[in-house]
């Protein structure tokens, strides 16, 4: 019963909605784009798209919204990139209510707005397109229960690279690639040891190894969140309680994760300090020039690494008690204030379409929906090419599916405010000023009065 109501419900909203279109004379026939339904002599829908990114991302964007325009007599979609202060700009046009149709938008941003209503709520139409409603549960930006401003614009998570052929030269086994086999964090920092040199060729298990001279760490890791949250799910911590009221980072959990974290730069002398990172390149040429063995990072950072054509392999990030990693990423948005949010859900599905996106073989993106991750041809469809090694079904995809926790973006209140507050704590633990249970329970008087709950 329940059922039939659904596929009654279905049909339903698909029969007024094409009949409200075919009303307002916007359909789609196959022409090019700008002249409106062929023959109806109706000017089409006009929608404007801002985003940011880089100039692969761009490119893409752009043949994207010249494939749909083509594709889409009805609509015409125009894509303005902003290279610069994007916060700024989107924020200028929200104040002059000048706002695009569709646009990116930061995570704490969407969740105000969203829960503020200057965001389109996308629940009504997820019974209509199965595409946007069968999306992997974790990426969905919900500010009420029944609510939802969306997804990201696509899936990533934080994963391992790390450099083949060092360790084939060490004879070292290389990250284990499925969950259940993670590293134990004692049998991680042992194998990035054994990858670390100094200018002598001595490790820091030799007599002689001078921590002064290192010229290969075992490991880099990214001191913002994306480096130490996975870590602190990992073992059973967070940045607060369950109702986001009550700070808990100065929980033992979470001290000791920050601790051995610090450990890894300046006990252990297996990982760069966060001022060495800073004149170090990119991940993929740290790892390409021997600087680094293993490097965490997002999962993004596979496009460079697929550039440089390097021996690289991935595996699944270390453990603390269970396997774990986030999934993050910023969404894509549709103003409540469009005009037009029929076509707007239209280009929204199709902006972010494997089959319309080369990003995702490239390895910048992963997909939203679930059955890119569950459907075998359709796995091979956006990995099988020379960017992504063997390994990733196992050590991305399947992790992804089975482990990822989400970042705190999605359900965390004010943490456009609660961010920078711990980033700045937590110079004083990066650079060794203040050990980890210092820094981490004197944080809790700045974080504290910050706190307003989480998203529900």
Not at 41 to 67: C, D, H, I
Request: with cysteine; proline share 7%.
């Amino acid at each position: 019963m329940v059922a039939y109501r659904r596929k009654w419900l279905v049909w339903f909203t698909a029969v007024c909605l094409l009949v409200a279109t075919a009303c307002s004379g916007n359909g789609s026939s196959g022409a090019e784009g700008g002249e409106g339904e062929a023959g109806s002599g109706k000017e089409p829908v006009r929608l404007k798209f801002m985003y940011w990114g880089s100039a692969f991302e761009k490119q893409a964007m752009e043949n994207m919204v010249e494939a749909f325009n083509k594709s889409h007599p009805d609509i015409v979609v125009q894509a303005e990139h902003v290279p610069g202060d994007y916060a700024a700009k989107i924020n200028t046009l929200m104040a002059t209510n000048e706002l695009p149709d569709i646009a990116y938008l930061s995570e704490p941003l969407s969740m105000k707005w969203g829960a503020e209503g200057r965001l389109l709520d996308m629940k009504p139409y997820m019974e209509l397109y199965p595409q946007l409603a069968e999306r992997l549960e974790q990426t969905y930006y919900n500010p009420a229960p029944d609510k939802t401003l969306g997804t990201n614009t696509a899936v990533e998570i934080i994963t391992l690279y790390y450099n083949k052929d060092l360790f084939e030269e060490a004879g070292v086994a290389p990250p284990p690639t499925k969950g259940e086999n993670a590293w134990t964090w004692d049998e991680f920092v042992e194998t990035a040891k054994k990858l670390t040199k100094d200018n002598n060729g001595n490790t820091p298990f030799d007599p002689g190894f001078n921590p002064n001279s290192i010229v290969q760490y075992g490991v880099s890791f990214p001191t913002w969140i994306g480096g130490w949250y996975p870590f602190l799910l990992s073992n059973g911590g967070d940045i607060t309680n369950d109702d986001g009221t009550q700070y808990t980072l100065d929980s033992p959990e979470a001290i000791e994760v920050f601790q051995k974290l610090q450990d890894l730069m300046y006990v252990h002398h297996v990982a760069p300090t966060a001022t060495q990172q800073q004149n170090m390149p990119a991940t993929n040429v740290r790892l390409q020039t021997k600087k680094v063995a293993m490097a965490i990072d997002g999962q993004w950072a596979l496009l460079d690494f697929a550039s440089t054509k390097m021996n690289f392999g991935m595996g699944v990030l270390p453990k603390f008690k269970e396997p774990k990693t986030i999934v993050l990423g910023s969404p894509t948005v549709i103003f409540a204030n469009t005009a037009h949010p029929d076509e707007a859900i239209r280009f929204y599905l199709y902006h972010n379409d494997p089959k319309q996106v080369d990003l995702y073989a490239k390895g910048l993106w992963m997909p939203l929906e679930e059955k890119y991750y569950t459907d075998p041809a359709e796995i091979a469809y956006w990995t099988d090419n020379e960017a992504h090694p063997p390994e990733y079904k196992d050590a991305v995809i399947d992790f992804t599916l089975n482990y990822a926790g989400r970042s705190p973006m999605y359900f965390l209140k004010n943490m456009a405010e609660i961010e920078p507050v711990i980033n700045a704590a937590l110079d004083k633990l990066w650079t060794n000023k203040e050990p980890a249970e210092k820094v981490l329970r004197d944080l809790k008087q700045e974080v504290q009065p910050l706190l307003q709950g989480k998203y529900q």
